[in-house]
């Protein structure tokens, strides 16, 4: 599973991107990663959750390809759903080189 994450907008409108693959994460990530995409059903989530422009507001770009399924989804940081969190604060985390 391959995933592409990216953070942009903000105040300082700094953009933030990493790219992972469970092939090269230690077995431990791998599985993490791998059940964050799975509890936030990210393969049924809509490609666009975007709320009205906000000044200084965060968005977040995902592409996950997973063999056969691809699929792609950007999410205002106000419309962020629940079961999505998890997995943009463990990229987020990636991104900081935890």
């Excluded at 770009?61 to 792609?72: N, S």
């Excluded at 419309?79 to 943009?88: A, G, H, K, M």
Aim: proline share 6%; aromatic share 8%.
């Amino acid at each position: 599973m391959r995933v592409t994450f990216e953070r942009s907008g903000g105040f300082a409108g700094l953009m933030l991107t990493t790219s992972l693959d469970t092939a090269t994460l230690p077995p431990s990530e791998a599985n993490q990663l791998r059940q964050f995409v799975q509890a936030a059903n990210f393969f049924q989530l809509p490609t666009e959750m975007s709320s009205a422009s906000q000044p200084d507001r965060f968005q977040y770009d995902i592409a996950i390809d997973d063999g056969k399924r691809h699929h792609a989804v950007r999410v205002g940081e106000s419309s962020v759903p629940e079961s999505l969190r998890p997995l943009i604060d463990w990229c987020m985390e990636k991104v900081r080189g935890g």
